[in-house]
């Protein structure tokens, strides 16, 4: 009988929601962010940042980096809390055949439940321990900056990179959703907004995507009374989505129609209003349609090679080897 108890016990405890635990003695090591001195990450690091001339970010530019982060977990020592800390080595360099350069020190630990990163200066708490699926936090409870919720999206998840393939990890993003975008059909502008890490277990952080611009595409006009469409953008991509690889975004074919390409000919050609519109029913929220004289339907979309980005940054950290030194 005493068993049972001890195991119900057991149970009704592993099944309470820790979040940020109030004992101020308790400290558990994550095995999504494993520190141990001599534990590194190599990363494949792009950033790129856009501003117009004049706009918020200040004069125009359009900068590209790409480059090779390695974090490595130094030495332990006891903060002024008595909290056990770690050195978070970060070494950079152009390529592989380049040496590694130490480019700066930042710091770790885990207290109260909490994994907290200190870049900079600034505290970060960057998971909750242990992770659970549907727990949110303010990543920047411990500083003066602004709120930001975060909330654990998925646990015990596959992911695969580029390099190899992680069976166990938590998927971090923004609350409520990993990703925001918005476009304005008025003018094809729109916003993309998406922040979202993935934490390995006993490697740590694999992935970490941070997305925040605006951009705008150039837009694309045929008619019903087009036999034929010159210069058709679509006609050289067979699928019902197009990646625009300078803005991230996927834009809808059109001409994509009940699972093949018709672009030989305009099959919106001799088409009334009405029709045309049940045709593009599934991506009507993406075009554009304007009825004129004499049956005519003027038909408006995204060009989906002519995007750019308008203003604004994104940063991809893809891990591609971890180890202990």
């Not at 006891?78 to 020190?105: H, P």
């Not at 599934?282 to 005519?296: H, V």
């Not at 994104?314 to 891990?319: D, H, I, N, P």
């Amino acid at each position: 009988m005493r068993r049972y108890f001890y195991w119900l016990i057991m149970l009704l405890l592993g099944a309470c929601n820790l979040g940020a635990v109030e004992d101020p003695n308790y400290s558990i090591q994550s095995s999504y962010f494993p520190l141990e001195e001599g534990r590194y990450v190599h990363y494949n690091v792009t950033e790129r940042k856009v501003a117009e001339l004049g706009g918020e970010l200040g004069g125009g530019y359009d900068s590209l980096f790409q480059y090779q982060l390695k974090e490595k977990i130094g030495a332990s020592f006891s903060s002024l809390e008595g909290i056990e800390t770690y050195e978070m080595l970060r070494y950079k360099r152009t390529g592989d055949e380049e040496s590694w350069l130490l480019d700066s020190a930042w710091y770790a630990y885990v207290d109260k439940g909490r994994v907290v990163k200190v870049e900079k200066g600034l505290p970060f708490i960057k998971l909750l321990v242990p992770p659970r699926k549907g727990q949110t936090w303010d990543e920047n409870a411990m500083s003066e900056l602004e709120t930001s919720t975060r909330e654990i999206i998925r646990t015990q998840a596959p992911y695969l990179s580029e390099q190899d393939t992680f069976l166990n990890t938590v998927v971090i993003g923004f609350l409520g959703d990993q990703e925001y975008l918005t476009i304005q059909y008025a003018d094809y502008t729109g916003l993309r907004s998406l922040s979202q890490d993935v934490y390995a277990d006993t490697v740590g952080l694999v992935s970490s995507n941070n997305v925040d611009y605006r951009f705008e595409f150039e837009p694309f006009t045929f008619d019903n009374k087009m036999e034929t469409i010159e210069g058709n953008p679509f006609c050289e991509y067979p699928q019902s989505y197009i990646f625009n690889d300078s803005t991230q975004v996927n834009v809808p074919n059109p001409f994509y129609i009940n699972d093949k390409l018709e672009c030989e000919d305009n099959p919106y050609f001799g088409k009334t209003y009405e029709e045309i519109e049940t045709m593009l029913t599934p991506i009507k929220s993406f075009i554009s349609l304007t009825a004129g004289a004499d049956g005519l339907v003027t038909i408006e979309c995204m060009d989906p090679t002519k995007g750019k980005v308008l203003s604004g940054y994104f940063s991809v950290q893809e891990a591609y080897q971890y180890g202990k030194e």
